[in-house]
């Protein structure tokens, strides 16, 4: 949901009259002026004598929270299990990516919303407060990120090490910024970051999936990414410096390690009588520019066969692709050079010519 930076002074704080408090023993009593005094005694203030807070939009018709794994039972358009779809698979990418460790079922939200007179189940990601440095009310501790909360592995080897193993995220270095936290990323592996909980749906994650999800980080550029920091209204300077610089480094450090586990080809098109695209690991120069060999086939829609056209072997269209009635399909199956790491590009005869229709990727198991 949508989520402010507010400042407010004392004095346009009202307790409403209907306002209970809950006290230490687990009494309720009515609230006083007095409560809000306590409350706020240890708050710090800015120059204004302001106090600083966050306004988060109200949710409305919530349900209750979904899970990383099965459908929802009472949401007949809930039909793909949620362990299975690529916006929760890939969301391991964004949340390593902003160090979300905090990411759970209790921090998410369904909604019964209506649009044109329609009913749907809307769903939310909610609770942001443990990312980057921050664990909601301390620094977050270096750990975070890195080990589950209870991790087999690290322990067993802390145990026959005698504690002697010094783990990588333990070598990590922070500024003496408190509004940082601990957040940075020269110790940052993509591939190793955790949640504080094993997630199902990070644990299907496909190559495929985190692709498309490093596409959408990569595609930040380094001065929308200083823009975004700074809405956050620090007030030292260097701490807007220090998480530009970390989120640049993290994100481009996603970019290599999941633009390598497939061949990433991307922004498919047919121009001229040719078929392109771009490869975004030489975009953004994780590597040199490569040669790629393309394999042209009919294909056959309902029995998922394809048969290779002799000598098709170019990316100008096959003349069978430019005579063919319309409704007839075709793949071009492209190669980068590295064994087993494929992206097929469907096409289709429409009324106006071919059309790209669909794209499968390929990697090596």
């Known amino acids: 949901p949508e989520n402010y930076i507010v400042a407010f002074e004392r004095r346009q704080l009202q307790v409403d009259p209907d306002a209970v ?21 240890n708050v710090p203030r800015d120059s204004q004598n302001r106090y600083r807070a966050v306004a988060s939009l109200m949710l409305k018709g919530g349900i209750g929270p979904f899970r990383f794994f099965g459908v929802r039972k009472d949401d007949p358009n809930d039909t793909i299990p949620h362990e299975h779809r690529r916006e929760l698979r890939g969301l391991f990418v964004f949340c390593a990516w902003l160090s979300h460790n905090d990411i759970k079922a209790l921090n998410d939200l369904d909604v019964l919303a209506e649009e044109n007179g329609i009913r749907y189940i809307k769903h939310y990601l909610i609770d942001f407060g443990a990312v980057l440095g921050s664990e909601s ?28 193993h010094v783990p990588r995220w333990a070598r990590a270095r922070f500024p003496r910024l408190p509004s940082t936290g601990r957040f940075e990323s020269e110790t940052f592996e993509p591939e190793q970051w955790k949640p504080n909980y094993p997630h199902p749906a990070f644990t299907n994650r496909l190559p495929d999936d985190t692709f498309w999800a490093a596409k959408q980080v990569m595609a930040f550029r380094d001065e929308e990414i200083r823009a975004l920091v700074t809405t956050g ?3 030292d300077p260097a701490t807007v410096d220090w998480l530009t610089k970390c989120l640049i480094a993290r994100r481009d450090k996603i ?7 497939v061949l990433p080809l991307d922004n498919f098109r047919l121009t001229s009588g040719r078929l392109e695209f771009e490869d975004l690991a030489v975009k953004y120069r994780f590597t040199a520019p490569r040669e790629y060999a393309v394999q042209w086939s009919r294909f056959d829609n309902q029995t998922q066969r394809t048969s290779p056209l002799p000598g098709a072997a170019s990316f100008t269209l096959p003349e069978e692709v ?19 790491k494929t992206a097929t590009v469907y096409l289709r005869r429409g009324p106006d010519g071919p059309e790209i229709v669909g794209l499968e990727r390929a990697w090596a198991r």
């Open 21 to 41: 408090l809950m006290d230490i023993t687990g009494k309720k009593r009515k609230m006083h002026e007095r409560d809000v005094d306590d409350i706020l005694w």
């Open 137 to 164: 009310f301390t620094a977050k501790s270096p750990r975070a990120g890195n080990e589950y909360f209870y991790d087999a592995r690290p322990a067993f080897l802390q145990i026959l090490t005698l504690g002697l």
């Open 233 to 235: 209204e620090y007030s």
């Open 255 to 261: 970019g290599k390690t999941y633009f390598n586990q």
């Open 322 to 340: 430019l005579k063919v009635a319309p409704g007839e399909y075709f793949c071009a199956q492209i190669r980068g050079g590295e064994p087993g």
